[in-house]
């Protein structure tokens, strides 16, 4: 044994792991290190490495609901209204979407803080480029900025925890589209996608019952049809969901009563 250092996850290739101690991974070094003795660097830098190395660098499932489904001339995109911190319920009625422009709305679920800012941030970036410019990004566009920021923010010491779903209606090449983004940048068109519990409930029933040329009324029939899923399987009220369709004429919120109980078996 050459040396020790104490290293964040993910590990780089060229050291060898050895020992798993939860967040704080001890890696021994492949080739001695520069420094001839460990003794020689200060407590002070050790202390910023351990602190740095016990950040959380993930984002377990919660209890937030966001999904999404696209049809032939439509995107829904639900969000659950319930903000929770834990088992607590802090708001009823909280909206987890933002409008970046007239075809493009965004969902999101993560780190209480970093969610609201990062969404807020991504809104203004995209309305400043549509005055800028007399043009609206498209939703693949605004959905490759996305990428890029988080990517960006992910090789920093504060990285976003945020999860989103990206839906808009692309008025050059006349279809509708949804974005699957996590918050290890990953971005992934799909014609239906979920986040938090709704996709361990909700993606089995989407995959049966959903095709590329399904209306209106057959979306949102099967958005009940996950909706009603989830009450039956998740123990906390997660208080209804939101709902907003993306067409070409643009994004609306869409009436979604949910004051009913469901039979569970």
Request: net charge positive; with cysteine.
């Amino acid at each position: 044994m050459n040396g020790v250092a104490i290293y964040r996850r993910p590990a780089a290739s060229k050291f060898r792991e050895t020992e798993n101690s939860g967040e704080v991974v001890m890696l021994y070094f492949q080739k001695p290190p520069r420094c001839r003795n460990l003794r020689a660097a200060s407590i002070e830098s050790f202390t910023n490495i351990i602190q740095t190395s016990t950040q959380p660098t993930h984002i377990t499932a919660n209890m937030e609901v966001l999904l999404g489904i696209t049809g032939k001339d439509f995107t829904i995109i639900a969000a659950s209204k319930a903000a929770m911190r834990g088992a607590t319920i802090l708001k009823a009625s909280d909206d987890k979407t933002r409008t970046l422009n007239t075809h493009t709305l965004m969902a999101f679920s993560g780190e209480a803080g970093d969610t609201v800012q990062f969404a807020e941030y991504v809104q203004a970036n995209v309305q400043l480029y549509s005055m800028r410019n007399s043009n609206h990004l498209t939703p693949y566009e605004t959905a490759s900025f996305i990428r890029s920021e988080l990517a960006k923010s992910l090789r920093s010491r504060n990285p976003y925890n945020v999860n989103l779903l990206l839906g808009g209606y692309d008025t050059i090449a006349d279809k509708p589209q949804l974005f699957w983004i996590d918050y290890l940048a990953s971005c992934a068109p799909l014609p239906y996608a979920a986040h938090g519990y709704a996709q361990y409930y909700c993606l089995s029933t989407l995959d049966k019952h959903h095709h590329p040329d399904i209306t209106f009324e057959q979306g949102m029939k099967i958005l009940r049809m996950c909706t009603d899923e989830l009450k039956r399987r998740m123990p906390v009220d997660f208080k209804g969901v939101l709902v907003k369709v993306i067409t070409k004429d643009g994004v609306r919120e869409e009436p979604y009563p949910d004051n009913f109980n469901v039979i569970t078996p």
